[in-house]
């Protein structure tokens, strides 16, 4: 299948599919690959593994502030250069990192290679800022390639465009660039394109398998779709974003901005949306002040319920361990994940409820609300439903849901009974995102 062909099929998992049910027009849409369309099988992976980690680690996990930390805290180039003599994390395990994804029910891992401040966690020919020049003098992205291939966790790429190290990129004041250029640099857009290049092809070469790459900050908005070109013939199967020179195969919301995950709109096109654990920091910062696991819950229901995949960030510390107030995040979300899986697998987005406080999807007879804008009171209507279910549970411990049709205040004077949760634990599902589960005999 030509690759053209295959992003026009991967486009219609978001696309408005209108179908006739008993009560009337339902909008849905294909959210989770259905088979029912014929995708490249090695390309399937980004519609079903849809929950994954996000790991910022570098030099920045030493002063342990910001992964900008020499952007925002104005730490001059030298002296920040000086923290590759200490970067020598001796506690690194990629094995202990894929026990806790798999243990956060998570299914793949994008790990940032080189981030604005230029420093490579690979063995590159490129450039001396690496981390074969450090006291570790071992290829930390050759142990997590090795690792993530024996356990056949796909693995993406993260690579920042703006580079604060190297002297050819032309920093100009630009958001997310140093003020101008340091004593010695030698600004040239083009030379430093031919050192981007030569590092995403030794990425993409020297690693095995990469399923994703992951572009950021392309500060001067520069076009060149030969570069993501260069990437799928040395990656055939991979899946590109769109912050790179062309708008990439799948679009890039970050930490809820935006209306995207709040309006109940399905995607136009495949989406990864992007979240920490903690609010100030992407990469490791000692006194991180985290969100809550509600908080998150509601955030990876918004966008898994709309059919958008989902990564949630980690920052290692500089000795190379996740940190235990974040991994006991991840592991806690990872529970409640793995208790409404379902209602996100071979699913379709459902309109059929006109109340923007929940998400619906829907396989065949199973419907499954999601409060993802919390659950604040112990009856929910689900008008126009007029049939009772002939099972419900709430999926987070497979508890029975009481359902009653009747008709409420509010439907006057529509006097048809519709069916209504009733006498929901409120309070004691108050700290984590409910999902209902309602199975029919029949469509609905």
């Given at each position: 299948?030509?690759?053209?062909e295959?992003?026009?099929?991967?486009a219609l998992?978001?696309t408005p599919?209108?179908s006739?049910t008993?009560?009337?027009?339902?909008?849905e849409?294909n959210?989770?690959g259905?088979r029912q369309?014929?995708f490249?099988a090695?390309?399937d992976w980004?519609?079903?593994?849809?929950?994954g980690?996000?790991?910022?680690?570098?030099?920045y996990?030493?002063?342990?502030w910001?992964?900008?930390?020499?952007w925002r805290?104005?730490?001059p180039r030298?002296?920040?250069?000086?923290?590759i003599?200490e970067?020598n994390?001796?506690?690194f395990?990629?094995?202990?990192?894929?026990?806790?994804?798999?243990?956060a029910?998570?299914?793949?891992?994008t790990?940032?290679?080189k981030?604005h401040?230029?420093?490579?966690m690979?063995d590159t020919?490129?450039?001396?800022?690496?981390i074969?020049?450090t006291?570790?003098?071992?290829d930390?992205l050759?142990k997590?390639?090795d690792a993530?291939?024996a356990?056949?966790i796909?693995?993406?790429?993260?690579y920042?465009?703006?580079?604060w190290?190297?002297?050819n990129y032309?920093?100009m004041?630009?958001?997310?660039?140093?003020?101008?250029?340091?004593?010695?640099?030698q600004?040239?857009?083009q030379?430093?394109?031919e050192?981007?290049k030569?590092?995403?092809k030794?990425l993409?070469?020297?690693?095995?398998?990469?399923h994703g790459f992951w572009?950021?900050?392309n500060?001067?908005?520069?076009k060149?779709?030969?570069?993501?070109?260069?990437?799928?013939?040395?990656?055939?199967?991979?899946?590109?974003?769109n912050?790179?020179?062309d708008?990439?195969d799948?679009?890039?919301?970050?930490?809820?901005?935006g209306p995207?995950?709040k309006?109940?709109?399905?995607?136009?096109r495949?989406t990864?949306?992007?979240?920490?654990v903690?609010s100030?920091?992407?990469?490791?910062?000692k006194?991180?002040e985290y969100?809550s696991?509600?908080?998150?819950?509601?955030?990876?229901?918004?966008?898994?319920?709309l059919g958008a995949n989902?990564?949630?960030?980690?920052?290692?510390?500089?000795e190379?361990?996740?940190p235990e107030?974040?991994?006991?995040?991840?592991?806690?979300i990872?529970?409640?994940?793995s208790?409404?899986k379902?209602?996100?697998?071979?699913?379709?987005l459902?309109?059929?409820?006109k109340?923007k406080s929940?998400s619906?999807t829907?396989?065949?007879n199973?419907?499954y609300?999601h409060?993802?804008?919390?659950l604040?009171?112990?009856g929910f209507s689900?008008?126009p439903?007029?049939?009772l279910?002939?099972?419900?549970?709430?999926l987070?411990?497979?508890?029975?849901?009481t359902?009653?049709l009747?008709n409420?205040?509010?439907?006057?004077p529509?006097k048809?009974?519709?069916l209504?949760?009733?006498?929901?634990p409120?309070?004691?599902l108050s700290?984590?995102?409910p999902v209902?589960?309602?199975e029919?005999?029949?469509?609905?």
């Amino acid at each position: 299948m030509k690759r053209r062909e295959m992003l026009t099929k991967l486009a219609l998992l978001s696309t408005p599919l209108l179908s006739v049910t008993k009560t009337g027009w339902a909008l849905e849409t294909n959210i989770t690959g259905n088979r029912q369309l014929e995708f490249e099988a090695e390309k399937d992976w980004f519609l079903k593994k849809r929950f994954g980690i996000f790991v910022h680690w570098g030099l920045y996990a030493i002063p342990a502030w910001h992964e900008q930390y020499q952007w925002r805290a104005g730490v001059p180039r030298a002296e920040y250069s000086k923290l590759i003599h200490e970067f020598n994390p001796q506690k690194f395990s990629a094995d202990k990192w894929l026990d806790l994804l798999q243990e956060a029910g998570m299914e793949y891992l994008t790990f940032t290679t080189k981030h604005h401040d230029g420093f490579c966690m690979w063995d590159t020919a490129q450039t001396d800022f690496n981390i074969m020049r450090t006291p570790y003098k071992a290829d930390i992205l050759r142990k997590l390639a090795d690792a993530c291939h024996a356990r056949k966790i796909p693995l993406c790429l993260y690579y920042s465009i703006a580079d604060w190290h190297h002297r050819n990129y032309p920093n100009m004041g630009r958001h997310h660039e140093l003020l101008k250029p340091e004593i010695g640099d030698q600004p040239n857009w083009q030379k430093y394109m031919e050192f981007l290049k030569a590092q995403v092809k030794e990425l993409c070469s020297n690693y095995g398998e990469i399923h994703g790459f992951w572009w950021d900050m392309n500060v001067p908005e520069y076009k060149d779709p030969s570069v993501n070109a260069m990437i799928r013939k040395l990656q055939p199967n991979i899946m590109i974003n769109n912050r790179g020179f062309d708008e990439g195969d799948f679009g890039t919301p970050e930490r809820d901005y935006g209306p995207a995950q709040k309006d109940g709109k399905p995607f136009s096109r495949p989406t990864e949306a992007c979240q920490s654990v903690g609010s100030l920091s992407w990469g490791y910062k000692k006194d991180e002040e985290y969100f809550s696991d509600k908080y998150l819950m509601n955030s990876i229901d918004r966008y898994l319920s709309l059919g958008a995949n989902y990564l949630l960030n980690i920052g290692p510390d500089a000795e190379g361990q996740m940190p235990e107030k974040s991994s006991a995040i991840l592991r806690r979300i990872g529970k409640w994940y793995s208790s409404i899986k379902e209602s996100y697998t071979d699913v379709a987005l459902s309109s059929l409820i006109k109340d923007k406080s929940v998400s619906l999807t829907r396989r065949k007879n199973t419907l499954y609300i999601h409060f993802n804008s919390g659950l604040n009171k112990d009856g929910f209507s689900l008008k126009p439903i007029n049939k009772l279910p002939v099972n419900a549970i709430i999926l987070n411990n497979e508890k029975p849901v009481t359902c009653v049709l009747t008709n409420i205040p509010g439907d006057y004077p529509d006097k048809t009974p519709y069916l209504r949760l009733h006498d929901l634990p409120v309070n004691e599902l108050s700290d984590t995102m409910p999902v209902v589960k309602l199975e029919f005999d029949s469509a609905i």
